[in-house]
T-cell receptor
Framework: GQQLNQSPQSMFIQEGEDVSMNCTSS?????WLWYKQDPGEGPVLLIA?????ELTSNGRLTAQFGITRKDSFLNISASIPSDVGIYFC???????????FGQGTILTVHP | NAGVTQTPKFQVLKTGQSMTLQCAQD?????MSWYRQDPGMGLRLIHY???????DQGEVPNGYNVSRSTTEDFPLRLLSAAPSQTSVYFC????????????????FGEGSRLTVL
């Protein structure tokens, strides 16, 4: 089946630093999405991308849909302690009813 | 507005026991799905439904059954629990889930943590 490789697996940063994470796939997707999971809760959608090359921002978050449709990245600027959590990329739009998730990036922010 | 509600939040089973994880949503969503989350493996799709009376298999369906008799409810049944089914299970729903992905947002429940001894 389709697989996504998300990196890095974990990050330990200081408050105020910028963060970058990405997802790559051997298959193309028509949609890329980024979710965040806080401890003990379900994932929540951060950004959705629907067009190859699209660059979208949501506050301090910026995400891009790669031109090849096989990758996406998420940047977080000026990190704060509440950014702590697990970030997941997800690809969709090629198999009816199915999203494929990456393995997740665990983000720790030190005050 | 409750959103997606999962019960129970925690459950311990012995190998071979059966149980049902409940999921209910009050947003009139057509699409509902079940995922399991394991360390280092992300979220993997177990089963999904695009409407009442319609279900289909995801990536890891073995050992699980589902049914969708109403729009609101999508229970997940473990027929004979095995230690490999120890995991955190998430139910998620969405307005629609077409092949072209007109809306990509899944709304997740808070999860059900299952331990099989």
């Amino acid at each position: 089946g389709q697989q996504l490789n998300q990196s890095p697996q974990s990050m330990f940063i200081q408050e105020g630093e910028d963060v970058s994470m990405n997802c790559t796939s051997s298959s193309i997707f028509n949609t890329w999405l980024w979710y965040k999971q806080d401890p003990g809760e379900g994932p929540v959608l951060l950004i959705a991308l629907y067009k190859a090359g699209e660059l979208t921002s949501n506050g301090r978050l910026t995400a891009q849909f790669g031109i090849t449709r096989k990758d996406s990245f998420l940047n977080i600027s000026a990190s704060i302690p509440s950014d702590v959590g697990i970030y997941f990329c997800a690809g969709g739009g090629t198999s009816y009813g199915k999203l494929t998730f990456g393995q997740g990036t665990i983000l720790t922010v030190h005050p | 507005n409750a959103g997606v509600t999962q019960t129970p939040k925690f459950q311990v089973l012995k190998t071979g026991q059966s149980m049902t994880l409940q999921c209910a949503q009050d947003m009139n969503h057509e699409y509902m799905s079940w995922y399991r989350q394991d360390p280092g493996m992300g979220l993997r799709l177990i089963h999904y439904s695009v409407g009442a009376g319609i279900t289909d298999q995801g990536e890891v369906p073995n050992g699980y059954n589902v049914s969708r008799s109403t729009t609101e409810d999508f229970p997940l049944r473990l027929l004979s629990a095995a230690p490999s089914q120890t995991s955190v299970y998430f139910c998620a729903s969405s307005y629609s889930f077409t092949g072209t992905f007109s809306t990509g947002e899944l709304f997740f429940g808070e999860g059900s943590r299952l331990t099989v001894l």
